[in-house]
């Protein structure tokens, strides 16, 4: 899977839009990027994932380059309860054998919404 | 309403000792993970399941066995424990595992005195 590359952390207003960028320049074609959030304590959770359009679900839209060599994660109006750590994950959805169903993290970025 | 569940949530013991943790899930998922949330924070996978089969190992010292009693269930039993071992253990499922989404559990927490 390719290597993602994250800031290791990022400040937000509450009610502001949380914009995190993601690097995944050795993405090939079969890579999707995946989105996941872990909040202080508790399992990470999954928010999107895409392979070339842009997505958006009721959690967050996901802007992918049209070179497909970055990314970012939008949450719309931030709130005090999207303070964790967002993770970008690169992966091919027809993984087999050793990589099957595989997650690799990073060490993602630690966002923190202030009021 | 418990989609994936773990027990116990907390779990202090002794070096040297054998433990067990178990995992449920209620998805109806045919995937099943471990992972290891070490002290730095850093998430990695350790074994993988799909209909009870074991297809991921990922170099996990072989005091470490999971079990798969059938498909919505993964225990992971951890012999003559380690200091090292102390660590969050989150179990996972998916319906493959084709990259569908994960759906993790809320973690239990090892301490190793």
């Known amino acids: 899977d390719a290597k993602t590359t994250q800031p290791p952390s990022m400040d937000c207003a509450e009610g502001r839009a949380a914009n995190l960028p993601c690097n995944h320049s050795t993405i090939s074609g079969n890579e999707y990027v995946y989105w996941y959030r872990q909040i202080h304590s508790q399992g990470p959770q999954y928010i999107i994932h895409g392979l070339k359009n842009n997505e958006t679900n009721e959690m967050a839209s996901l802007i992918i380059t049209e070179d497909r060599k970055s990314s970012t994660l939008i949450l719309p109006h931030a709130t005090l309860r999207d303070t964790a750590v967002y993770y970008c994950?690169?992966?091919?959805?027809?993984?087999?054998?050793?990589?099957?169903?595989?997650?690799?993290f990073g060490q993602g970025t630690i966002l923190t919404v202030h009021p | 309403d418990t989609a994936v569940s773990q027990t116990p949530k907390y779990l202090v013991t002794q070096m040297g000792n054998d433990k067990s943790i178990k995992c449920e899930q209620n998805l109806g998922h045919d995937t099943m993970y471990w992972y290891k949330q070490d002290s730095k924070k850093f998430l990695k996978i350790m074994f993988s399941?799909?209909?009870?089969?074991?297809?991921i190992n990922e170099t996990v010292p072989n005091r470490f066995s999971p079990k798969s009693p059938d498909k919505a269930h993964l225990n992971l039993h951890i012999n003559s424990l380690e200091l090292g071992d102390s660590a969050v253990y989150f179990c996972a499922s998916s319906q493959d595992g084709s990259g569908r989404a994960s759906v993790f559990g809320p973690g239990t927490r090892l301490t190793v005195l």
């Open positions: 994950i690169v992966r091919s959805l027809n993984a087999g054998g050793t990589s099957y169903g595989k997650l690799t």
């Open positions: 399941y799909n209909n009870k089969e074991l297809i």
